[in-house]
């Protein structure tokens, strides 16, 4: 039997083959994946890398898909999605989500419940899994800034594990050795604040979101890692890169940070406009801009 109909033939409705990658992501582009699995337990989980492993299969883990750029060739494995596991806890001053869980879900529960901390990151999109893989955050704000610990299968060993913060390196955008697990879930700890407080720094938040960020476009968000003691967005900017186009993808006229799928654009589009960037950025400031964006398939 084909390793495909094997994992399709025990998860039925939760397997699914050859969808294109349009249909999931935030970029609304991609070719077809091959097959897309949605567990929904830690055993389900480790039976698929047990099997992948196995079989000598690609496999890619993914959220909510809104910071990836998926090849318009598809990809040729297995994409796991955790978009079901999302219980999430409150009890105190604390919070537990499962990766699956939306991150802004997690933030609004924070802030109804007065817990300082995170509240400047409003409106990511995303999952708890992603925002924890990539340190993700806004606002002088950062995942790791209330992550306590979080719960992962090794990747290498397959056995469930739990690490402390402290056990970990990370910084901005980044967390050494992440690429060796599968996020579970996190534990967050947070400080007391009045809620009201709370609120009102989340509503500015999304509203400059909305006034400041082509939100009406689909995008993956931010391209690149802001540079040491600047900002891609105004790098891109005095080069004279806002606003240009190949195919249907552009730098946003809104937010420089920002590519936009117009309407028709295609991930090799995409891609072009990346590399594009990156390249006359370089020529005329020497910056090298590093992507924030994960590239997914061949290009």
Request: aromatic share 12%; net charge neutral; hydrophobic share 40%.
């Amino acid at each position: 039997m084909n390793p495909y109909e094997t994992i399709k033939e025990k998860f039925n409705e939760r397997a699914i083959l050859n969808l294109p990658a349009k249909e999931i992501t935030s970029y609304k582009t991609g070719g077809a994946i091959d097959l897309i699995v949605y567990p929904e337990n830690t055993d389900e989980i480790v039976f698929i890398l047990d099997f992948i492993k196995k079989k000598n299969l690609n496999y890619f883990i993914c959220g909510r898909a809104t910071n990836v750029l998926i090849s318009d060739n598809g990809f040729k494995g297995v994409f796991i999605k955790t978009d079901l596991f999302k219980t999430i806890r409150h009890e105190e001053n604390r919070i537990f989500a499962f990766c699956g869980v939306l991150w802004d879900k997690m933030i609004e529960l924070s802030v109804l419940n007065g817990l300082l901390g995170l509240e400047k990151t409003s409106y990511i999109p995303g999952s708890i899994g992603g925002a924890i893989r990539m340190n993700a955050g806004a606002f002088g704000q950062e995942t790791f800034d209330k992550l306590e610990k979080f719960e992962v299968i090794d990747l290498k060993t397959l056995e469930v594990k739990e690490l402390l913060k402290s056990s970990v390196k990370y910084g901005y955008r980044y967390v050494k050795g992440i690429e060796n697990y599968f996020i579970l879930g996190g534990e967050f700890l947070f400080e007391k604040k009045d809620p009201k407080e709370l609120k009102n720094i989340r509503d500015e938040i999304i509203k400059q979101r909305f006034e400041k960020q082509p939100l009406e476009f689909p995008s993956a968000g931010s391209v690149f890692k802001r540079p040491d003691n600047d900002y891609a967005s105004r790098l891109i900017e005095v080069c004279g890169l806002k606003g240009i186009k190949i195919g249907g993808a552009m730098v946003s006229e809104k937010h420089s940070g920002f590519i936009i799928n117009t309407g028709n654009a295609t991930s090799s589009d995409i891609y072009k406009l990346i590399n594009t960037v990156r390249e006359k950025v370089y020529q005329k400031t020497g910056v090298l801009l590093e992507l924030e964006q994960v590239i997914v398939g061949e290009f």
